[in-house]
């Protein structure tokens, strides 16, 4: 049995980055699908589990050396610093603050913009999609000014910076905002997903790729 267990939604982007780290990494784990729009993460049950109360979380090991870790960002550190190498996370700490930079934009501008945007269609939330887009767009004109420069965000090579931006500017169709403008961003795109390891948001039963339901196309 994997020592690695990451419990995640399959249709959500910050559980899609930790899968695709865990794939690059060739690392063997069990995957447990936790329904958030069933609110399973509310269930007493899931709150034992995780008290925050999310996805993705992952347990690694067992007993005294086990390992709980909540948040998809916390997740691709702790894999980067245990199962990788410096080239996913530098160890040097102006390369490493680079690295963070670009964390932190997936987890502002494209968190709150696109991906919000996106979950108003799919799921519904109540926020303001407008406002939403213009934050996703900000963060897509930001990259784009880094990629025209360079094949990767953070290093020239990929690093957990790459993996963590990567799932909802790839949804951003299903956020309402068009990558027509970001062709740096496309490329950027294609490269993620001409890497070793590299699996799709939604895989069949067979292995192949899964679309996901397209989003009306007033969006």
């Known amino acids: 049995m994997p020592a690695i267990t990451l419990y995640d939604f399959p249709l959500s982007g910050n559980c899609h980055k930790v899968r695709l780290l865990l794939s690059m990494l060739d690392l063997e784990y069990e995957r447990v699908s936790i329904d958030v729009v069933a609110k399973q993460t509310a269930s007493p049950e899931f709150k034992r589990i995780n008290p925050r109360g999310q996805v993705p979380f992952l347990v690694d090991g067992q007993g005294n050396s086990e390992m709980r870790i909540w948040d998809s960002m916390a997740i691709l550190i702790y894999l980067a610093r245990r199962y990788g190498n410096s080239r996913w996370l530098p160890d040097d700490p102006a390369a490493e603050a680079v690295v963070m930079q670009w964390l932190a934009v997936a987890g502002d501008e494209l968190l709150y913009g696109l991906a919000r945007a996106r979950a108003v269609w799919r799921l519904g939330a109540p926020f303001d999609r407008e406002q939403c887009q213009q934050e996703g767009r900000a963060g897509l004109a930001l990259m784009e000014q880094r990629l025209k420069q360079e094949d990767w965000l953070a290093a020239d090579h990929p690093t957990i910076a790459d993996l963590a931006c990567y799932p909802y500017v790839a949804l951003a169709g299903e956020a309402g905002v068009s990558l027509a403008p970001y062709p740096a961003v496309r490329e950027w795109m294609a ?20 679309k996901g339901a397209t989003p009306p196309a007033a969006f």
């Open 191 to 210: 490269r993620i997903e001409s890497l070793p390891g590299h699996v799709p948001l939604i895989e069949q039963e067979d292995g192949s790729a899964r």
